[in-house]
């Protein structure tokens, strides 16, 4: 098993920046991806960003490409979603996620485990 807990969420108003981490324990040597994604009240899971565990690839999703950028510590086994720019619409609660099967970066990963989440809440 593969434990994910998030932090950095929080209240920020228009145009600011927050950084969101994840750090993983247990079986970390099973991880092939990990990533991020969102779900605002009354919609559903939205993709945000994955990242390979071991290669130099990242995928990003349409509507956050250019504002959020994804990253990892494989040293520390966390990885990070740098969010700038952000808009009322960004307010979720923002899931990581690690994938425990190979993942090739054309299509998101399937993911296998999850975090508890965290809340985003951007104020106009």
């Known amino acids: 098993q593969v434990q994910l807990v998030e932090s950095g969420g929080g209240l920020v108003h228009t145009g600011g920046s927050l950084r969101l981490s994840c750090a993983a324990s247990g079986r970390t040597f099973s991880i092939y991806a990990m990533g991020w994604l969102r779900q605002a009240p009354g919609k559903s899971r939205e993709f945000l960003a994955a990242i390979s565990w071991s290669a130099p690839r990242t995928l990003h999703g349409a509507s956050v490409k250019g504002r959020f950028t994804i990253s990892r510590d494989t040293a520390k086994n966390t990885v990070y979603l740098q969010m700038n720019s952000l808009i009322p619409e960004d307010t979720a609660v923002y899931y990581c996620?690690?994938?425990?099967?190979?993942?090739?970066?054309?299509?998101?990963?399937?993911?296998?485990?999850w975090g508890q989440g965290t809340q985003v809440t951007v104020s106009s």
């Open positions: 996620a690690a994938a425990a099967t190979p993942w090739e970066g054309a299509q998101r990963p399937k993911f296998d485990y």
